[in-house]
């Protein structure tokens, strides 16, 4: 519900408290890779290696999506570097 103020017979609103924030609007991209983007592979590679060491059990692959041509990693049975 709006709050009014009735000055001289006429409502006036009140203005809004706090100011709605622009949504920035989405690239088509970013629709479709919600996965951290590495600019270049060798920023994946020294990524995916460095979380790797931080979890011996882990093993990930990098890749170059198609869609917005960023690297990005993903888990995998079969090193690739």
Excluded: G
Aim: hydrophobic share 30%.
């Amino acid at each position: 519900m709006a709050h009014s103020l009735i000055i001289n017979n006429k409502e006036h609103h009140m203005p809004r408290k706090n100011k709605t924030i622009k949504h920035q609007s989405y690239s088509t991209d970013s629709l479709f890779c919600t996965k951290r983007r590495y600019r270049n592979e060798k920023e994946a590679i020294d990524a995916a290696e460095y979380q790797m060491l931080k979890d011996m059990n882990l093993e990930l692959t990098v890749y170059k999506c198609d869609l917005c041509k960023y690297w990005h990693l993903t888990r995998s049975t079969n090193k690739k570097f």
